[in-house]
């Protein structure tokens, strides 16, 4: 009788030491469930803050490679101190100058080469008799940090009367799209956005029946740069090419819409 009341109890100390052991797991494990959950909320709200800082939204803000959202970072920063002159683009800030506003070396170079780039570009263009739309930075950054607004461009498939599409690229590649544009549509719009460049340029193109048409425009970080190239035809059942390209190594994308 004596030994099976000792077997008993050190089953009742076995079960209870088991019951304490779930409890204490069940307490750590609800633990890391509220630290993750608590980690993703704080990485939410970081990933919004800085998208909206930067000026696109928290999806293409996931998208961005680190590496490339530094660049940004950097390029809106020194948005404040390109001045157009001309034609010619200059950054008004010097290296040392820059590192105090928080742009470091490397990527204050990696900038300047891809302003002297777009000169470059703008002045070949131009030379070839391109309609080049030059965009003035420092008054895009002036109105960008008076409304901190992020714009985006809202498509509605209208019951099928709206024809629109988007193209991304991923450096200076072009990409392209196509569609059937109907009798009532003239041109396309283009809504060009690019990835880290400080003064991207934006080629859009149309072609239909053996006719290219083309826009040449920079554009910014700040904003949603329009181009506007026209059809050389539609309706009948033609098929037409939409093409967009960007200096931006790092590549760019924009939504078209015919109208």
Do not use: H
């Amino acid at each position: 009788m004596a030994s099976l009341l000792i077997k008993l109890e050190g089953n009742m100390k076995k079960e209870c030491c088991l019951l304490i052991m779930t409890f204490v797991l069940g307490l750590f494990s609800c633990s890391q469930d509220d630290s993750i959950n608590e980690y993703d909320s704080n990485s939410m709200i970081k990933n919004e803050t800085e998208a909206y800082q930067m000026g696109i939204t928290v999806e293409e803000f996931e998208k961005i490679p680190i590496p490339i959202r530094e660049k940004r970072k950097a390029a809106m920063l020194l948005s404040e101190y390109v001045s157009l002159s001309g034609t010619i683009y200059s950054l008004d800030i010097n290296k040392d100058d820059a590192i105090k506003i928080g742009v470091d070396t490397l990527l204050y170079e990696d900038i300047l080469k891809d302003i002297e780039e777009t000169n470059q570009i703008v002045n070949q263009s131009l030379q070839e008799g391109v309609d080049v739309e030059l965009a003035d930075v420092k008054n895009e950054y002036r109105k960008y940090k008076e409304s901190l607004a992020i714009s985006k461009q809202m498509r509605s498939g209208n019951n099928g009367a709206d024809q629109y599409g988007s193209i991304s690229t991923n450096g200076t590649e072009t990409g392209e799209d196509y569609f059937y544009p109907t009798i009532t549509k003239s041109s396309v719009k283009f809504y060009c956005r690019t990835a880290a460049a400080i003064i991207p340029v934006y080629t859009c193109k149309t072609y239909v029946m053996g006719t290219w048409n083309a826009k040449t425009k920079t554009g910014s970080l700040l904003t949603t740069t329009e181009v506007t190239v026209p059809l050389a035809a539609s309706g009948s059942g033609l098929c037409a090419t939409v093409a967009f390209a960007t200096t931006d190594s790092n590549g760019g994308y924009c939504n078209w819409q015919a109208i």
